[in-house]
């Protein structure tokens, strides 16, 4: 089974501090995503990756920023929360040959920006 | 942009009927499209993808019907169960660019 796990599940932070969100695939896809999920909204792109130290800007790249030094691990900056990033972050995963939509996501982080 | 929706937020029917999620899509251009579940607490899981050269497409219990006249999209799920009470919401994608619908909360009535 893939398996897709983030650090946290639910995490609060005060407005301006430095957050981390790890995302961790345990079955070598090269694909890894980053999602927010808000009520009314839909997922939508933050950033994604198709290679280690290569990042694309998905849809809504401001304010976050992303790390992806080994092929497992894809991290997520806020590097200042702010409380309009309060909401749930979902990292994904997929191989490069595999079908284009079969992206494995993880649990979801529910963070709270204060 | 895209504009990927659902005709309800809701929908309720009684364990053993089928249901039928729809999905409404504005790109004429779309190739591609998913339909994801996502039960409380987790991430969203793959369950049925079509392409734009196909109208139907069927998985296990599920169908996925494509109309590119009206831009439409539908999940059917047969013998609806208790397990299938989940959120359910589907994707378009142009190229490389994914659109996702805001989602139907599906309720199964034992």
Not at chain 2, 20 to 39: L, P
Not at chain 2, 90 to 95: I, L, M, S, V
Request: glycine share 8%.
């Amino acid at each position: 089974d893939v398996k897709v796990t983030q650090s946290s599940r639910y995490l609060v932070k005060r407005t301006g501090e430095k957050v981390f969100l790890e995302c961790v695939q345990d079955m070598d896809h090269e694909n890894m995503f980053w999602y927010r999920q808000d009520p009314g909204l839909g997922l939508r792109l933050i950033y994604f990756s198709y290679d280690v130290k290569m990042k694309e800007k998905g849809d809504i790249p401001e304010g976050y920023s992303v790390s992806r030094e080994k092929k497992e691990r894809f991290s997520l900056i806020l590097e200042s929360a702010s409380t309009n990033q309060t909401s749930m972050y979902l990292c994904a995963s997929s191989t490069a040959s595999g079908r284009i939509g079969e992206q494995y996501f993880g649990p979801g982080t529910r963070l709270t920006v204060t | 942009g895209e504009s990927v929706g659902l005709h309800l937020p809701t929908l309720s029917v009684q364990e053993g009927d089928n249901s039928i999620i729809n999905c409404a899509y504005s790109n004429s251009a779309s190739d591609y499209f998913i339909w994801y579940k996502q039960e409380s607490g987790k991430g969203p899981q793959f369950i049925i993808d079509i392409r734009s050269n196909m109208d139907k497409r069927q998985g296990q219990r599920v169908t996925v019907l494509l109309n590119k006249t009206v831009k439409h999209l539908s999940l059917q799920i047969a013998a609806t169960q208790p397990g299938d009470s989940a959120v359910y919401f589907c994707a378009d994608c142009t190229g490389n660019q994914f659109y996702f619908g805001t989602g139907t909360s599906l309720t199964v009535i034992p």
